[in-house]
């Protein structure tokens, strides 16, 4: 029987190892996996490159997780926030590289990855210094710039509900990065709000199907959904 709940986050989380690349889904403070991030950082992986849209918020999951140095290099784009201070501290003091994407670029790159895609070319960020090294071309009368797709060893998403299988329905804006980053990875593993029966999904609401998802692991009542509340207040030590 296909079952790929757990019932223990440490579990979910405990082969990723030094080094690896993880997309982390979240857009501001909507569809973060804090829980997932939390986890990881108890699980101590070190030097890792992570991919997500912005770089943290206050002191909780992905800001917590560069404030401990355990991120390598952040692909993002929007590294600033207004309580994004972790991250600008660490790259103040050279402890983290930063590669910014303009954000479509970002989410067609990560697109790409899932759909098999090695590389595109765009206009965004043609002629600019985003473009510096990359190679250009002309198109018509436009400078297009090429860009390559985006694989991760991981991806931790977060999705409203989910059944056995690993089929994955989100909440509104939740939803974001969450269905691109899920085929684009590996292993990909969802923190869900709640389960329900297999069979129980109307298929025309599923988002993500359960193809695409390795390892689901139910948080009823996630930090993301308090952020608002607590992104100011500092995190307990892992």
Not at 12 to 26: P, R, W
Not at 29 to 56: C, F, K, M, W
Not at 184 to 192: E, M, Y
């Given at each position: 029987?296909?079952?790929?709940?757990?019932?223990?986050?440490?579990?979910?989380?405990?082969?990723?190892?030094?080094?690896?690349?993880?997309?982390?889904?979240?857009?501001g403070?909507?569809?973060?996996?804090?829980?997932?991030?939390?986890?990881?950082?108890?699980?101590?992986?070190?030097?890792?490159?992570?991919?997500?849209?912005?770089?943290?918020?206050?002191d909780?999951?992905?800001?917590?997780?560069?404030?401990?140095?355990?991120?390598?290099?952040?692909?993002?784009?929007?590294?600033?926030?207004?309580?994004?201070?972790?991250?600008?501290?660490?790259?103040?003091?050279g402890?983290?590289?930063?590669?910014?994407?303009?954000?479509?670029?970002?989410?067609?790159?990560?697109?790409?990855?899932?759909?098999?895609?090695?590389?595109?070319?765009?206009?965004?960020?043609?002629?600019?210094?985003?473009?510096?090294?990359?190679?250009q071309?002309?198109?018509?009368?436009?400078?297009?710039?090429?860009?390559?797709?985006?694989?991760?060893?991981?991806?931790?998403?977060?999705?409203?509900?989910?059944?056995?299988?690993g089929?994955?329905i989100?909440?509104?804006?939740?939803?974001?990065?969450?269905?691109?980053?899920?085929?684009?990875?590996?292993?990909?593993?969802?923190?869900?709000?709640?389960?329900?029966?297999?069979?129980?999904?109307?298929?025309e609401?599923?988002?993500?199907?359960?193809?695409?998802?390795?390892?689901?692991?139910?948080?009823?009542?996630?930090i993301?959904?308090?952020?608002?509340?607590?992104?100011?207040?500092?995190?307990q030590?892992?």
């Open positions: 029987m296909i079952d790929k709940r757990y019932a223990d986050a440490a579990l979910v989380v405990a082969d990723i190892g030094d080094g690896a690349t993880i997309l982390i889904g979240g857009f403070e909507a569809g973060n996996p804090t829980e997932l991030v939390h986890a990881l950082i108890d699980q101590g992986a070190r030097d890792l490159t992570i991919i997500s849209n912005n770089a943290g918020n206050g909780i999951g992905l800001a917590r997780l560069i404030a401990l140095g355990r991120a390598r290099k952040m692909i993002c784009s929007y590294p600033r926030s207004s309580h994004g201070h972790a991250f600008a501290e660490a790259y103040r003091a402890k983290i590289e930063l590669e910014i994407v303009p954000q479509g670029t970002l989410a067609e790159r990560i697109r790409a990855g899932g759909a098999g895609i090695p590389a595109f070319y765009t206009a965004t960020g043609a002629d600019t210094e985003l473009a510096t090294a990359k190679e071309r002309m198109f018509g009368s436009r400078a297009y710039v090429l860009e390559t797709s985006i694989r991760a060893d991981f991806a931790l998403i977060k999705a409203e509900v989910a059944d056995r299988w089929n994955l989100y909440r509104m804006a939740a939803r974001n990065f969450g269905p691109i980053m899920a085929t684009a990875a590996k292993v990909t593993i969802a923190q869900v709000r709640r389960t329900i029966e297999l069979g129980a999904m109307d298929p609401t599923i988002v993500t199907p359960s193809i695409f998802v390795h390892r689901v692991i139910t948080v009823p009542d996630p993301s959904e308090r952020e608002h509340l607590t992104t100011l207040q500092p995190a030590s892992s």
